[in-house]
């Protein structure tokens, strides 16, 4: 990202400029509709300072979540620095501590020793729809210095999606639900920032900078607050909680709901779903499945790879009927599966 | 909360830069202009047309004007149904099979060139006719998939066939067997300002709904007057999918275009500030080509011209003759069709189809909109003659070395 860094930048302040004109003009000469969001978001922002490692910056952005100084944070080496420090919006500076660690939200919890913080509600995200303003409170390039607040960004809500992606060469442990935005906030340093809405409510906490295995774009994304709120609590009812990293999942057994069905898994990358060979009188046969035919989605879900059939498949329950797509030549046929009882 | 009625959007669109003031200008656009050089105006039709009753009781004042400070609900609310009105006219495009290009090895370095992976994840199309053509970007295709599906709006899927590919423009032309499909409504190019709101919505982060991006129209005729240029975020996420007005009208499709010389390297543009469409007008031409199956080539000429002009910030090597200021002279013994239509060396190219091309650029801008096989007048002066011929434009196969069979 090193390269794009300033070009993203610039993006930032071209977007900005363009949609602050496009709201000023003719809204307002003496402030601005997103004024109290603004104010209410950057009293809330933190900014970070530890540990570098390479490519990795000493440098991020945090959201206050109590009065009583709980910060939260992504987890990157800055957090693994020997010392840690707090720059409050106030200016005043602390040392912290890590409370509680989330290796699959990659989230961290700090506190320092602040009291009557000005601090944000966790409450929800659903109210937002696509198209919504969204504002962007962090530290990108560590641009704003000691006491300046942070800088914000203002973009819309692109949509929901649950997060596939990957930081470097690895796949990134967080694979729950995330909020897209227009907003770039794929910078070094925004990580653990605010996105809020156009009332200033805490909606979500920017992502670590990752790339979309659906797209290989850096992804402007969010953790929806529901996920920050999940986290706080289950490291406030267990302090000093410590969340693993999800074991790589282990190979999903295809055999535990016997369909009667061999898909053509040569190995290789990612092989598609075609079906090699039907066990005559099994569930797959009296579907109507039949060898060649490729499998598109199973139970509304879609399917491109052979390891996302098991996976789909092995989220059914014996008993259960559902509709299979499949493609057979150039005609897209529909087929009904009646996964059958497991043999005792 | 009742929808944004769409139909009154449009009367608001028209004009198309509700937010920005703006300055009366030619045509069809003055009279909106005129009705909404006042904000206050401006903000009371908005709240007529565009609000949810209780809302707009809520947030006006007793003369009917939007509070300020509410203004911004009021977009929210319009953009909202304006993706909402071209939603279903989206599709996801899902492809199986194909492998990655191997990529050209640089001309400097021997490197492979810089290039961009397509991912895994679905890409996006725009029905463009109601018996089923979909019109999206090559990008989405660089694998040569073996298996392309269509999933609708309304969740039907089916298996398409890529009919052609439009190599300059970066679009590509899909079929489906279905019919009486959403066809969305579209904004033609001289209708677009820069200023104007536009909005790109694509499928490719697999979410339910497209994800969208809020921009302007940035500038209306970009390389070389392929494509409108935006700022609202253009990626993988959303080529061939729709860039849009805030009536949900089509103001063109989206597509990787930079400095590169193919769809990869130009994608290395995406989520810059700096994104592009290939317009309407220009779409529907490229789809009536597209549909007899042939894929689309630059057109070439035959000829190398003196561009020995100066160039701001460069010094030439050698001193500079003055060159021609009417038309650009070739400067090497014409091959292919300039050849075949008699040009030769020393001849200074004046106008091609009757536009003067004084310079490059002007001759770029012409040759843009044709592809190979389109027949182009050139017209060029030789001495104290000035002659006309017609050539057929061929692809840059046709002046492929023939080398690469023949030993050294």
Redesign the interface.
């Known amino acids: 990202m090193s390269g794009k860094g300033p070009?993203?930048a610039?993006?930032v302040v071209?977007?900005c400029g363009?949609?602050l004109?496009?709201?000023g003009?003719?809204?307002?000469q003496a402030g601005g509709?997103?004024d109290a969001a603004i104010e209410k978001a950057q009293q809330r922002v933190v900014k970070l300072y530890g540990g570098s490692l390479g490519r990795e910056k000493g440098y991020g952005s945090g959201i206050v979540v109590s009065a009583d100084g709980k910060i939260v944070t992504t987890l990157s080496i800055l957090l693994e620095g020997r010392t840690l420090r707090v720059v409050l919006p106030d200016g005043r500076r602390f040392p912290a501590r890590i409370v509680a660690r989330d290796q699959r939200r990659q989230l961290a919890l700090l506190q320092v020793d602040a009291f009557e913080l000005p601090y944000f509600e966790l409450n929800g995200s659903v109210h937002l729809?696509?198209?919504?303003?969204l504002i962007a409170a962090a530290n990108p390039f560590k641009v704003a210095d000691g006491p300046e607040p942070v800088s914000v960004s203002l973009?819309?809500l692109?949509?929901?999606?649950s997060l596939?992606a990957r930081r470097r060469a690895q796949d990134f442990p967080y694979n729950g639900p995330i909020l897209?935005t227009?907003v770039?906030v794929a910078t070094a340093g925004s990580a653990g920032g605010a996105l809020v809405d156009?009332d200033g409510n805490l909606v979500g906490l920017i992502g670590k900078a990752v790339i979309?295995?659906?797209?290989?774009?850096?992804l402007?994304y969010a953790l929806p607050v529901e996920e920050v709120a999940a986290f706080v609590q289950e490291s406030s009812a267990e302090p000093g909680r410590e969340v693993p990293k999800p074991s790589p999942r282990a190979k999903p057994d295809a055999s535990r709901l016997n369909l009667g069905l061999r898909l053509f898994d040569v190995g290789g990358r990612?092989p598609?779903p075609y079906v090699e060979r039907v066990r005559p009188d099994s569930p797959a046969w009296h579907a109507g499945l039949r060898p060649n035919d490729?499998i598109?989605?199973i139970d509304g879900q879609?399917v491109?790879t052979c390891a996302d059939f098991r996976e789909a498949v092995n989220k059914l329950r014996p008993g259960q009927r559902v509709p299979l797509?499949i493609?057979r030549r150039?005609?897209?046929v529909t087929l009904e599966l009646t996964l059958e009882e497991p043999s005792p | 909360m009742r929808c944004v009625p769409v139909s009154g959007m449009a009367f608001l669109c028209n004009d198309g830069k509700p937010?920005?003031?703006r300055h009366g200008r030619h045509g069809r656009a003055t009279h909106c202009a005129s009705t909404l050089r006042s904000?206050r105006s401006?903000?009371a039709i908005f709240a007529a047309l565009a609000c949810a009753p209780s809302l707009a009781a809520q947030a006006s004042d007793a003369a009917g004007t939007v509070s300020?400070?509410?203004?911004?609900?009021y977009?929210?609310q319009v953009?909202?149904a304006?993706?909402r009105a071209v939603q279903p006219s989206i599709v996801r495009i899902?492809t199986?099979?194909g492998a990655q290009p191997v990529r050209r090895a640089s001309p400097v370095g021997g490197g492979a060139a810089p290039g961009?992976?397509?991912?895994?994840?679905?890409t996006t199309g725009l029905i463009w006719s109601a018996d089923g053509y979909i019109i999206t970007s090559s990008f989405n295709f660089i694998r040569d998939p073996s298996?392309i599906?269509v999933t609708l709006h309304d969740g039907r899927?089916?298996?398409a066939k890529l009919i052609a590919r439009d190599r300059p423009a970066r679009l590509a032309l899909l079929k489906i067997e279905a019919a009486d499909l959403p066809v969305p409504r579209l904004l033609a190019r001289d209708q677009l300002r820069p200023g104007q709101?536009a909005?790109a919505a694509g499928c490719?982060?697999?979410?339910?709904?497209?994800?969208?991006?809020?921009?302007?129209v940035s500038a209306v005729d970009r390389m070389s007057g392929l494509a409108v240029q935006t700022?609202?975020?253009v990626?993988?996420?959303n080529y061939g999918g729709p860039l849009f007005d805030l009536a949900g009208r089509v103001i063109g499709v989206c597509v990787p275009m930079g400095p590169g010389e193919d769809e990869i390297a130009d994608a290395q543009w995406?989520?810059?500030?700096?994104g592009f469409a290939v317009d309407t007008d220009l779409v529907h031409s490229r789809v009536q080509r597209l549909k007899h199956g042939r894929d689309l080539q630059r057109g070439l000429m035959g000829v190398s011209l003196d561009t020995r002009a100066p160039v701001v910030g460069l010094t030439p090597r050698e001193p500079v003759d003055q060159p021609p200021t009417d038309g650009l002279r070739i400067d090497a013994e014409p091959r292919g069709p300039a050849a075949d239509a008699g040009l030769r060396e020393g001849d200074v190219i004046t106008r091609l189809d009757g536009i003067p091309v004084p310079r490059l650029p002007d001759l770029r801008r012409v040759l843009a909109r044709k592809v190979a096989g389109d027949l182009l007048a050139v017209t060029y002066r030789r001495g104290e003659s000035v002659r006309t011929a017609m050539l057929t434009l061929v692809s840059a196969e046709a002046f492929r070395e023939p080398s690469a069979t023949q030993p050294k």
């Open positions: 070009l993203l610039l993006a071209a977007l363009a949609a004109a496009a709201v003009a003719d809204a307002s509709p997103f729809r696509p198209g919504d303003w973009g819309v692109s949509g929901r999606t596939a897209l227009d770039i156009a979309s295995k659906q797209t290989n774009t850096w402007n990612e598609p490729l598109l989605s879609q491109v797509v493609k150039e005609e897209v | 937010f920005l003031r904000p401006f903000l300020q400070a509410r203004l911004h609900e977009q929210q953009f909202r304006a993706l899902d199986i099979g961009f992976r397509q991912a895994d994840g679905p298996i599906t899927r089916f298996v709101w909005l490719g982060h697999g979410s339910d709904t497209p994800a969208v991006s809020v921009g302007i700022d609202a975020k990626s993988p996420a995406y989520d810059s500030g700096i």
